[in-house]
């Protein structure tokens, strides 16, 4: 600054001594005309800057002007830095902006959030999505024009944000359940969490009908044992009398102990580390070991047929195959009337992957059954199952073994001609 005006003192001097001089030699219009000339010259070097400077700010880019000397270019110089500056900060910014909208897009909850008249201000994708929402259409519209369950509506009103709204029927197909929570921040505003408990919901859900199942399972043998003890207690029976009344209560116990052993036999799975992908599973043992309890269950009223048509082994784990196995036989045989053939294969089948497969000659399975028969208790013939002992457990746990596996279990069936239960291993598990 202090150059700058040195620097125009300087150019005052000259016009006034080259005008002292002119005068003298020339007359006073010509000193006047000089001093105006040498005065104009700053004049016009700035409007000429200036001008400049006005081109660049029109197209945004006064940092990349070349800089002029002399009086303007430290103003420009600190200008362009200025500018610069800003631009970053600008940049830094937006881009911070750009990671919070990309985390609150990459959260599984619907987030939204209302200024202080409840308007939206943003909200990202999943609350689009259970609402019905659309950002760019809403976007500062008040929410209770836009969802106007009238739960919502009250919970809006009575603004007690500490408690949280649990409303179902929600989403595009109106079949999840949300739980939503105002939590208030800045000045009046609002953010709005949104959490799908639709699957939390589901296994609670599971949970009870899984306790009100075994707890039915357990009352009727206990009712019926409880009613023979009773019987044997208060009559005075013959020998023979009581010792069948002796066998029938222990088939009661029998069943009942079946249960147990099929519950904790689930419990440990779910409880159990998955199986080791280095355990080799010998498949010639394993199938005389399930030919043997086949014949001991059926006790001859079925021809079998056992094949071990490749003798790949199968890494896994011994107890969890031979279980999942033998369930599939087992039923074969309970299912399968007197005079049927059942057929166990272990195959390579032309993708590659190890197939168990148990098909037998029994009544097959009506195809709206097919898809629930893994499911804990489900049953096509209730009495059928209970009166072969089984406990309605037996598929939900080779489907969880077959899982454990990395299997796939695949049921086959025609009502009246049999069915093919298929449990088919990766290559991985196979042993070379
Ligand atoms: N080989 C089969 N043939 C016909 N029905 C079968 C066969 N295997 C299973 N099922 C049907 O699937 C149901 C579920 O089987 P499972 O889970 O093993 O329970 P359960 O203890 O009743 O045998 C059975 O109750 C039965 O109705
Ligand atoms: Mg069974």
């Not at 500490?162 to 953010?191: C, I, K, T, W």
């Not at 002796?246 to 904790?264: G, H, I, P, Y």
């Not at 036989?329 to 195959?347: E, F, L, Q």
């Amino acid at each position: 600054m202090i150059s700058a005006l040195i620097r125009f003192a300087f150019l005052v001097c000259l016009a006034l001594i080259a005008a002292f001089i002119t005068l003298y030699s020339w007359g006073p219009e010509y000193a006047i005309l000089i001093a105006v000339a040498l005065l104009s010259i700053p004049l016009i070097y700035s409007y000429i800057n200036l001008a400049r400077l006005g081109n660049y700010v029109q197209l945004d880019s006064v940092e990349l002007m070349p800089l002029p000397s002399g009086f303007w270019e430290d103003i420009f110089f600190k200008l362009q830095r200025l500018i610069k500056t800003l631009k970053q900060r600008i940049r830094n910014i937006e881009q911070q902006h750009d990671h919070f909208i990309e985390a609150f897009q990459a959260s599984p909850n619907g987030i939204l959030m209302l200024d202080e008249d409840d308007q939206i201000e943003w909200c990202n994708s999943i609350a689009e999505r259970f609402f019905g929402l659309v950002y760019k259409r809403d976007v500062m519209q008040r929410i209770n024009f836009l969802i106007r369950r009238p739960e919502f509506i009250q919970y809006l009103n009575k603004r007690h944000f500490d408690e949280s709204l649990l409303m179902e029927r929600m989403g595009p197909s109106s079949n999840l359940s949300l739980m939503l929570q105002a939590f208030p921040f800045g000045n009046q505003r609002h953010l709005l969490l949104v959490q799908n408990i639709t699957d939390l919901q589901k296994a609670d859900a599971m949970r009870r009908d899984f306790v009100a199942n075994v707890s039915h399972e357990m009352r009727t043998p206990i009712t019926v044992l409880m009613g023979f003890l009773e019987t044997v207690q208060s009559l005075d029976l013959e020998k023979s009398q009581r010792d069948q009344y002796f066998d029938m209560m222990m088939s009661q116990a029998q069943r009942m102990k079946s249960l147990v052993e099929d519950l904790l036999t689930l419990a440990n799975l779910e409880a159990n580390a998955l199986p080791a992908t280095t355990n080799e599973v010998n498949i010639v043992t394993l199938m005389a070991l399930l030919r043997n309890d086949a014949e001991a269950l059926s006790k001859g009223k079925h021809a079998f047929n056992f094949d071990v048509a490749n003798t790949h082994n199968l890494y896994g784990d011994e107890r969890e195959i031979l279980s999942a196995f033998s369930n599939l036989v087992a039923n074969a045989i309970r299912y399968t009337p007197d005079g049927g053939s059942i057929h166990v294969k272990w195959d390579i089948n032309a993708q590659g992957r190890g197939e168990f497969s148990v098909r037998d000659t029994g009544p097959g399975i009506a195809s709206e059954h097919l898809s629930r028969l893994t499911e804990r208790f489900y049953r096509v013939d209730r009495s059928r199952s209970r009166d072969t002992g089984g406990t309605g457990l037996g598929l939900a746990i080779v489907k969880h073994i077959a899982s454990r596996h990395q299997a796939q279990l695949n049921i086959e069936s025609t009502p009246g001609r049999g069915s093919t239960f298929t449990l088919s291993f990766p290559q991985e598990r196979l042993a070379p």
